[in-house]
């Protein structure tokens, strides 16, 4: 076969294996999600769990002292944080209306150039009706039946629910961690035995111990930052006197380790706990426009500081 028919081939063989990838891992999030999880979690915790090893505890007493110290440090977090998500969610109904009460300000010249423009084209349409007179005689079309209501769950339902199969995600996580975490380099040890050559295995250890010292330095860099952040966050919106200021610096620390969709939360809340507790308008916009200063001037250090380091470590 010409070398001119293989590249087409094998260029569609590669556009169908990456959509079969992509959606085996979509129809399988709910197994391959808790395992990434605790693969990256591992990679973290496993520097801790070998030095135990080096003093002379097993991997199974290390890796349960290690998740112990962890489940207890975020059952702290979790306690603390509980009064205070408690009355933010009571108090939610009440956050929205006020909300929705400043944005009415914001609405009123959009809603006069609507009313203008429903206006122009209710005139538009009866003037076609005028030159038309069999259309403006025609008879008028039978009213809309409203489609049947949903059977939509309840709320609560809704949310023990979601509760469940966060909880399920967090016991599946713990154990594979503990699994991983306490068979110590057995893992390691097979995969190492399963390759041919000497070269392969030394590549093999060499790839192995890189992916986890990248990843522990990436995510204590990241909470590092985060940490930063978050105090900063919490400081600043003690300064303007915006309720629960410490929830939204802890807020800040875990939305952050999500790409994106993380900051974004933040804004939307911001904007919305700095409407239902200002009046000015200038004034509620002031925590989401800090919190993007803040976040904005972090990374740009941060990228700053990363810079540095490369510089220094190829110099």
Do not use: C
């Not at 002379?56 to 975020?74: D, F, H, N, Q, Y």
């Not at 005028?130 to 005689?137: I, L, R, T, Y």
């Not at 008028?140 to 939509?152: D, E, G, H, L, Y």
């Not at 111990?209 to 985060?226: C, P």
């Amino acid at each position: 076969m010409p070398a001119e028919a293989r590249a087409p081939r094998s260029a569609g063989i590669v556009v169908l294996a990456t959509i079969a990838v992509i959606a085996a891992l979509y129809f399988g999030r709910e197994v391959f999600v808790p395992v990434a999880l605790a693969v990256l979690f591992t990679a973290l915790l496993r520097p801790i769990v070998r030095r135990f090893e080096r003093v002379g505890l097993p991997a199974p007493v290390g890796a349960t002292m290690v998740l112990v110290v962890l489940l207890g440090a975020l059952a702290i977090v979790v306690l603390s944080l509980a009064n205070p998500v408690r009355e933010w969610v009571a108090q939610a109904p009440k956050t929205l209306e006020a909300a929705e009460q400043r944005l009415q300000t914001l609405r009123r010249p959009l809603q006069v150039i609507t009313i203008a423009a429903q206006k122009m084209e209710s005139v538009a349409s009866n003037q076609g009706a005028q030159g038309n007179p069999a259309q403006a005689a025609g008879p008028s079309p039978p009213p809309a039946v409203p489609p049947p209501r949903p059977n939509v769950p309840s709320v609560a339902a809704r949310v023990f629910g979601t509760t469940t199969a966060v909880l399920g995600g967090i016991v599946e996580v713990v154990l594979l961690m503990f699994l991983l975490l306490a068979s110590g380099d057995t893992f390691l040890g097979k995969l190492v035995k399963v390759l041919p050559g000497k070269r392969d295995k030394r590549e093999a250890v060499e790839i192995f111990d890189q992916t986890e010292s990248v990843v522990s330095h990436y995510t204590v860099v990241t909470a590092l930052i985060n940490a930063g952040q978050g105090t900063v966050i919490a400081v600043a919106m003690a300064l303007l006197h915006l309720p629960n200021p410490v929830l939204w610096g802890i807020l800040t620390f875990f939305l952050e380790f999500i790409p994106y969709l993380g900051g974004a939360s933040m804004l939307i809340l911001l904007a919305l706990a700095g409407l239902a507790s200002f009046d000015r308008i200038g004034q509620a916009l002031l925590p989401p426009l800090i919190y993007l200063a803040v976040t904005t001037l972090m990374s740009a250090l941060a990228r700053a500081l990363e810079l540095r380091l490369d510089r220094h470590r190829h110099a």
